[in-house]
């Protein structure tokens, strides 16, 4: 579920004494004035991949949290498998007993989002029925980090990724990761999360994915179809529709009266050709993964 996380520390003054103990953390890099002798900020350490930095009007604390358990627990940094509620309580424990002040550190980001076990090979879902989100074609359409397929819509206070988890660690499964990015904290307010603390509630991890399927359902996600079955008529319309380079060169400019009518003619097509059968065993998937992942 919980996945990057980013603390923000306004006053230094009490993380940066703890960081700089060694009894707290044995290593402590920083940088050093070779001909003023003068130490200068930033001071940054880790621990189990969680990165500490502290500059010279801030503290910051950020990395993957879910990384950071199969450190601790497996010695491997890795996040293909299942966090559960109960990892993930564990987890945030661990980081505010490694820590001091966390109850007034702020929690400015963090990712939540589910990792599922899909039928295809992720990265052909993602390559060829992934299209749009409400309408707008993926801000980022590659490879990830040179492995494995990524599609990824960027908001100014969030981000959505689809990418191919598998193929990222070279597994046998076919696992597809769905996810929020919160970059702005007012996004995540609203559901009453300002502390890492308080990625422990259940009724708030419930409004995140409940936000989450609300992401999901906004999604074009097609069936790949044999043109020779469906009327001349109706394919002309459904290749134009499938084309985020419509909806933004075409119809951006329209009313919004034409763009819902649109819209709902884009739906129908998709609905009358049965052609939404990927999303919908997505959406169970997802819905099915969280359930699981909450109890345990």
């Not at 502290?54 to 879910?66: A, E, P, R």
């Not at 994915?209 to 043109?227: A, G, H, P």
């Amino acid at each position: 579920m919980v996945d990057f996380v980013r603390l923000f520390y306004r006053d230094k003054g009490r993380f940066e004494h703890f960081v700089c103990q060694e009894e707290n953390f044995k290593e402590l890099d920083t940088f050093f004035g070779l001909h003023t002798g003068q130490i200068k900020y930033p001071y940054r350490t880790s621990f189990n991949g969680i990165e500490v930095k502290v500059t010279s009007k801030h503290g910051y604390v950020y990395n993957s949290i879910h990384k950071a358990y199969n450190d601790k627990f497996c010695q491997e940094s890795h996040n293909h498998d299942d966090f559960g509620y109960l990892k993930l309580c564990y987890m945030v424990d661990y980081v505010s007993s490694k820590l001091t002040g966390t109850e007034i550190a702020n929690l400015t980001q963090f990712e939540f989002g589910l990792n599922i076990e899909t039928p295809l090979p992720a990265r052909h879902i993602i390559r060829n029925n992934v299209l749009m989100h409400k309408q707008n074609g993926a801000n980022h359409n590659r490879v990830f980090n040179g492995r494995g397929e990524l599609k990824q819509f960027d908001y100014h206070n969030f981000v959505i990724k689809t990418y191919d988890k598998a193929k990222q660690y070279n597994l046998s499964r076919n696992i597809l990761r769905f996810e929020i990015r919160y970059l702005k904290a007012k996004e995540f307010q609203k559901f009453g999360i300002y502390k890492i603390e308080d990625l422990k509630d259940k009724q708030k991890l419930r409004k995140l994915f409940i936000n989450l399927m609300q992401r999901f359902d906004e999604m074009t996600i097609v069936d790949n179809y044999d043109e020779s079955t469906i009327p001349e008529k109706d394919l002309s319309k459904l290749i134009r529709y499938n084309n985020p380079l419509y909806w933004e060169r075409v119809i951006s400019n329209r009313s919004n009266q034409t763009k819902m009518r649109h819209i709902r003619a884009y739906q129908n097509l998709l609905y009358k050709h049965n052609l939404l059968q990927v999303k919908s065993i997505l959406k169970d998937l997802l819905q099915k993964k969280y359930l699981q992942l909450i109890n345990f």
